[in-house]
């Protein structure tokens, strides 16, 4: 192990570590939660054409001005504009055309009149809604008594009201939401350039896990570290595979990694990095020289590296042998195992393996020691793989409510994470509650299951009374 490291310095060796990923085009609803790395200029304009913002009557308002229930205005209706019509009739003085939601506006007409302010060409007073075109077509033509004046461009979406063709519909550097989303679907752009969500490899190390749904035999317990790992990879907006649980085995676990290596942007581990005579994670990943995850590759693969610039000359590299000699291998890179002045969360292994350097996270096997240290280590590296702030959860001061009225007690020295509920602000009040929930043992994880905050006990702090301030990070 290589010395005690605080928090902070881990977290920030981490972010160091970790670049965000080449941007990529995808599809829209891929994209979404995306960030845009391309300013994205609107090649239609917003409405594209002048349009009706109501069911009723395209007119020109000087033909309405003088309109009212006593003494309507007769116009001769000369056809019908449905959203999505290709020709429109003209609307000349004295006519109207009657006219949909979205549909364009006719030529010669100004305003819309709603039908509710017309008789719908009944002959009779007021209407509410227009007849089914399909059970009158009579409606289509006829007259209109217009009992309300419009003033001109009154009911009419102007063109580019919203947005003009060639102006910046999204700056690049957007989050992708669902609106941000329909607005590039409307500007009609079906793919855009993005960094994509990191594909996170989970697995968990344990000869004693048994996949849940198999019955468990003596000293056998469920895995529940990759559901939770990858649950959480998947609420961090990854895409993440979870891999069986391998076995205490060194050589199978780096075979199983350099397998996933294919498909990974950061691999995440659980368990196997303590002091343990089968503490298998640390075992496999302390020294990587001459393996395929240390970046440089055993002899017999040499041509794994095909196509990687290698040399930086600005050319892919052809197969070594093509150019009659030996490539130096990448510098081997490695995973440090370190302890962490906190708790949960102690012993945590980080590196970057193969030779694409991927971030690998060798996470504590305790089930809230994992759960902590991805929220603390893996959330904020995932975002920062997509070009996101890697900070987001949000954070409070909240005072402390135990249960129980003796102090709370936490290790000198380390910043511990009690799990918690907490109460937002009661009317009149500054500042919320959180309630400890279950002990800071870290194999608790029907309380984790219990809680929504993590209260963050400083280094200094040793003793918590009731009613003390704390922060308190609020969970999903
Ligand atoms: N002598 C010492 N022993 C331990 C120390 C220490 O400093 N000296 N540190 C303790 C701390 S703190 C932690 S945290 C754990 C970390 O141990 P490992 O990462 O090696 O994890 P394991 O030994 O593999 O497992 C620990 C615990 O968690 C259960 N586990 C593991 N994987 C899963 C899973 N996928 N699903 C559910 N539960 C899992 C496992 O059965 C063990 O009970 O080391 C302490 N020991
Ligand atoms: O640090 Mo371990 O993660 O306390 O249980």
């Known amino acids: 192990m290589a010395g005690t490291w605080t928090v902070d310095d881990h977290l920030a060796d981490v972010l160091r570590s970790v670049r965000p990923l080449e941007p990529i085009e995808l599809h829209l609803l891929d994209a979404q939660g995306c960030v845009l790395v391309e300013d994205v200029l609107a090649s239609v304009s917003l409405p594209p054409f002048d349009n009706s913002s109501m069911d009723g009557y395209a007119v020109r308002a000087d033909d309405v001005a003088k309109a009212s229930e006593d003494e309507p205005v007769v116009l001769e209706v000369v056809g019908d504009v449905a959203a999505g019509s290709g020709t429109v009739p003209d609307v000349g003085p004295g006519r109207a055309a009657r006219v949909m939601t979205g549909a364009p506006l006719p030529p010669g007409a100004d305003a819309v009149v709603p039908v509710e302010w017309t008789d719908g060409g009944t002959g009779g007073g007021p209407v509410d809604t227009m007849a089914a075109h399909s059970a009158d077509p009579s409606g289509a033509g006829g007259e209109v008594r217009v009992h309300r004046p419009v003033e001109a461009r009154q009911y009419v979406r102007d063109k580019g009201g919203d947005l003009r063709a060639g102006a910046v519909a999204l700056e690049a550097g957007t989050i992708l939401g669902p609106a941000q989303i329909g607005l590039l679907a409307a500007v009609g752009r079906a793919t855009v350039r993005v960094r994509p969500r990191p594909r996170v490899v989970v697995l968990s190390t344990g000869s004693e896990l048994v996949r849940p749904g198999l019955p468990l035999g003596p000293g056998r317990i469920h895995d529940s570290n990759s559901y939770v790992l990858t649950a959480a990879a998947r609420a961090a907006g990854a895409i993440a595979y979870r891999v069986d649980a391998v076995a205490d085995d060194a050589t199978t676990l780096r075979t199983v990694i350099e397998d996933q290596l294919v498909r990974a942007d950061a691999i995440v581990t659980s368990g196997g990095v303590s002091v343990g005579a089968y503490d298998v994670v640390k075992e496999a ?173 400083p280094e200094r702090t040793t003793e918590i009374a009731r009613g003390d301030e704390l922060e308190a990070v609020l969970l999903d």
């Open 285 to 457: 990943l302390t020294d990587l020289a001459g393996t395929a995850l240390g970046g440089g590759l055993p002899e017999e693969s040499d041509d794994r590296d095909r196509g990687r610039d290698g040399d930086g000359d600005g050319h892919e590299d052809g197969p070594d042998r093509e150019k009659g000699r030996r490539k130096p291998p990448p510098p081997t890179r490695s995973v440090e195992f370190r302890r962490l002045a906190m708790q949960p969360g102690k012993p945590q292994g980080f590196g970057l393996v193969g030779p694409d350097a991927v971030p690998l996270f060798a996470l504590p096997g305790n089930p809230v020691s994992s759960y902590v240290s991805f929220e603390l280590f893996v959330r904020p590296a995932l975002r920062a793989l997509m070009g996101l702030d890697p900070a987001d959860r949000r954070t409070v001061r909240a005072r402390v409510e135990p249960d129980d009225s003796a102090p709370l007690t936490s290790p000198e020295g380390k910043r511990q994470f009690l799990r918690g509920r907490y109460e937002p602000p009661a009317d009149g009040e500054e500042i919320g509650t959180v309630r400890p929930v279950g002990g800071p043992g870290s194999h608790l994880l029907g309380s984790l299951a219990r809680a929504d905050a993590l209260i963050v006990v």
